[in-house]
Every structure is written in C-alpha cells, then in structure tokens.
C-alpha cells in the first residue's frame, strides 16, 4: 500500500468531515433550534464517555490484524479465535449500554437536562435511540480499525466523505423539506449508523484471504487467545480513560448546569473550537514512524531536525487559526451560523476554548520525541497527573461559575502546562535543545502571528459587527487568517525556506 496515498487519504478525510460539520452548522441551528441541536451535542458527549467501556479493544485488534497480515496469517484459525472474542465482548457492552441508556432516558431527560419546550418524553426516545447508535458505532470503529490495520486509508477515508455526504445533507434535505422534529433526525441518523456497520463489516471480511470462512470458530470464545492482548489493551484504554476525563468532564457537568438551549450554543462552540485540534492528527500520523525510522538507524541529530520542522509547521498553522478564532469570535460565530444570539452567547467562550486548543497542540508535539523512543511511560505519569490535576478544577468551575470561567480555567492549564511539560522532555530525550526549540521554532512564528493578528485587527476594525452580510464578513476574516498565516510562516525559518523553493520552482516552470 502506497503511505503517501494513505497520508493524503486521511487529510482529505478528516478536512471533509470537519469542514462539513462547520458549513452545515447554521442549518442545523435554523431547522432544529438551539435546544434540538443541544440534544445532538448531548449525543457526542454520551458517545464519547461511553466509548471508554471499549477503550483499547479496537486498537488491540488493529494491531492483531497488522500482526498476522505481516505473518501472512490474517484470516487464519487463530486470527478468527481472536476476532470472534473481540466481537462478542462488543456485542454483550452494546446490547448493555443500549438497555441501559433506556432505563436512565427519562432521568436523563427530566432530571439531568434542563429542557423548556421540547416534550421529555421526545426527549427521553431521542436518548434511547443515542443509546442504540453508541453500540453500532462501538461495532464500526472496531471494523474500521481493523481497516486501518489492513493500510485500507484509501477506502475508508473516501467511504467516510460519502458518508458524512449522506448524515450532513441528506439530513439537511429531511430537516427543510419533510421533518424538524428532533426525533425523526435522531432516527435517520440510526439508519444510516445500521447501513455503516453493514458495509464497514462487509468491507472487512470481504478483505481477509479467500478461504478464511472455513477458519471460522463460530460464536466462540477464547480468554487464552484475549490474554496476550491484554497489556497493550489496557494502555491504550488508560490513556484514552484519561484523555476523556480532561476533555469531556467540564462538558459533561456543564450539560447539566446550563440550559439545553445553553448547551446548544456550547456545542456549537466546542465544533468550532476543536478545528484547531483537527492539524494535529494527520500530521502526527505522517511523522511519527518516520522519526521513529530515523533513530532506529542511529541518526538522531536528522530526527531532532525533523522534529524541529514539524514543530514550526505547526505552531505556524495553529497559531494562525487559534489566533483568528480568539480574535474575531462573535464575527466567525456569526459567519457560520447566521445566529446572533449565538455569536454574541459563544464569543468570549471561543476566545478562550481556541487560544487553549492551540497550545495544548503544541505541548503534544512532545509526544513525538517519547513515540519515536518507545518510552511513554512519561507520558502516562504526566496524563496521569494533568487528569488528576485538572478534572476537580474544571468540574468545580463548571458547577460554580459558568461556561466562559471553564473555557479560562483550561486555557490557564494549558498555559502552565506549556511552561513545565516540554522542558522535562526535551531535558531527558534531547538535552540542550529546548531553548532552540523554544525560542526559534515555537516564538518566532508565534511572534509572526502576533504581528498578522495586529495588521488583521486593524483592517477588520473598520467592519461594524454583525452588520454586514455573513458571507462579507466569512470573505474579510479569510483574508485576515491568510495574512496571519503568512505573517507567522515569515518569521519560522524552515517554512520560509519551504514557501522560497516553492516560489522559485513556479518560476521555473
């Protein structure tokens, strides 16, 4: 499998789906209400808590599959043994959590929710039907993951554009023309999460060596054959435990704290705010083995520069974004959602959700360096210790005080965080390069957006808020964020090395 063809796949994937989240924002707002589309945000956090009862198995079995493909043993007796296991643990936690989520929808729904004009027994369906799709999205992932195992990126980032083609418009096209009850939408998004586990399985063994059928063990299963995988599992599941509490646990109370309605307007902001979030993955992914490679081969001095380059690539895109976000929140709210009750409500939340989303990228790139190692033992001590650390914080900021304290509160975690973490790493994996690091790839392009972000203030200042058309002001801040992206890459020596050699090849050609 071509691993250019797999990095570029899973760029154009994840900056399809999150772009179509953000465009189809307003729409949803419009058709469904602030309240009706608090219920949706509702749905990401149950998945996403929900989602820890499974943490690790999927990866457990990616891993397998790559393991026996490399064996030339995928589709064999002992793979099947695995497989079967894995799929029965997943099908016993779905069918629970589904009856589960049912007994607690009308808690939920009159108890935990503060609801105003929709019916609670709509909303208490609508919980159930939630309840419902976390099991089939459990059975995705791990079939997807498995996928990803196979180095399939190729099919199931373009299956995941179509995908996300039919969830966003197809439901945009039910939304305006037949139904705006929150009900009928949560139950399209039920048949379409039935017809992705129908095709991602199918795709899945449709995959594994002819002849693998006669392997199959039927519904059987094995602790022996789950006990190896157990360590490894376990890790991952820990990490990804710890992972949900930081990011989740302040939206999870606030859900309870603010008004459904309320929430709504949150949800909208996390989407937004979480874009910064979105330039990290993909590069990570491309990088990671790479670095990896070089210091197996004993070159550490060209993994260091390496890591230097992808640092300032992307503190200049973080940076750039994070900082337009902070800077301009009621006018890019108000862009995208057409909703002033939203821009105005969202605005100092965004400012600060942004400004925190974007360096705590930039603390992850320390990740790289103990990856590249095979030593994250540091990494598990200092999740460990954040998570222990800011979980109360945040939870008693949520219930005390309100959205935008919670969204200050993490960006002056974060803020701490920068100034500790990434000196402890580099003086145990690359002593002597942190001031360089510091100074040169992070500061300097950060400058350069400070300085982008002052022209861009300047030349937005003339434009009264919210009172120009949407799409006037999406055209003024697009071009505020280019001259803040260029501004940063200026003063970050390899992208300005990088756009030269660009320039002079145009020349040329």
């Not at 208490?124 to 995705?140: E, F, N, Q, S, T």
């Not at 399939?152 to 037949?178: D, K």
Request: proline residues 4%; aromatic residues 12%; contains cysteine.
């Amino acid at each position: 499998m071509s691993l250019k063809k797999n990095v570029l796949a899973n760029y154009a994937g994840q900056a399809y789906t999150t772009l179509i989240g953000i465009v189809m924002l307003p729409f949803y707002l419009e058709f469904l209400g602030a309240e009706a589309y608090g219920l949706v945000g509702f749905f990401t956090l149950l998945n996403s808590w929900l989602a820890l009862l499974v943490a690790g198995v999927s990866p457990a079995l990616a891993r397998q599959v790559a393991h026996f493909k490399g064996l030339g043993e995928l589709g064999g007796h002992n793979f099947r043994v695995i497989l079967r296991s894995i799929e029965l643990i997943v099908l016993g936690l779905a069918v629970a959590t589904a009856l589960g989520v049912w007994l607690a929808s009308s808690w939920l729904a009159t108890q935990w929710l503060t609801v105003k004009a929709i019916p609670l027994p709509d909303v208490a369906y609508c919980i159930v039907l939630m309840g419902v799709m976390v099991g089939l999205r459990w059975g995705v992932s791990l079939y997807a993951g498995s996928l990803g195992g196979m180095e399939r990126q190729v099919w199931l980032n373009g299956f995941g554009i179509l995908l996300s083609t039919v969830r966003f418009v197809v439901a945009y096209a039910l939304l305006r023309w037949v139904t705006r009850d929150p009900a009928h939408y949560f139950e399209f998004q039920l048949i379409v999460s039935v017809l992705e586990l129908a095709v991602v399985a199918n795709k899945f063994y449709g995959c594994q060596p002819a002849g693998g059928r006669k392997s199959d063990p039927g519904l059987t299963f094995s602790w022996p054959a789950l006990r190896k995988l157990l360590p490894f599992a376990m890790g991952i599941g820990y990490t990804s435990m710890l992972w949900v509490f930081m990011t989740q646990s302040d939206k999870l109370i606030l859900s309870h704290v603010l008004t459904l309605a309320e929430y709504g307007y949150f949800a909208v902001v996390v989407v937004i705010a979480n874009g910064v979030l979105q330039f990290s993955a993909p590069i990570n992914q491309a990088v990671l083995p790479r670095l990896t490679l070089l210091l197996s081969q004993g070159h550490e001095s060209d993994m260091l520069v390496l890591y230097r380059k992808t640092t300032q690539f992307m503190v200049v895109a973080v940076a750039s974004v994070s900082g337009v976000l902070a800077m301009f929140p009621q006018q890019i709210l108000f862009a995208l959602t057409g909703n002033q009750e939203t821009a105005i409500w969202g605005a100092p939340v965004l400012t600060w959700f942004a400004l925190g989303n974007g360096i705590l990228v930039i603390v992850g790139m320390q990740y790289l360096l103990q990856y590249a190692h095979g030593k994250v033992r540091m990494h598990v001590i200092n999740t460990t210790i954040n998570a222990a650390v800011q979980v109360p914080i945040l939870a008693f900021v949520a219930l005390n005080y309100g959205a935008v304290e919670v969204a200050i509160t993490w960006f002056a975690i974060r803020s701490v965080t920068f100034f500790i973490w990434p000196t402890v790493v580099h003086r145990k994996f690359a002593p002597g390069l942190h001031w360089q690091w510091l100074t040169k790839d992070v500061m300097s392009p950060f400058l350069g957006a400070a300085l982008g972000l002052g022209l861009a203030h300047w030349f937005v200042a003339g434009v009264p808020e919210l009172m120009v058309g949407r799409f006037q002001i999406a055209s003024i801040l697009v071009g505020a964020g280019l001259l803040v992206l260029l501004a940063s890459g200026m003063l970050a020596s390899d992208v300005r090395g990088a756009l030269v050699r660009l320039v002079r090849i145009d020349r040329h050609a």
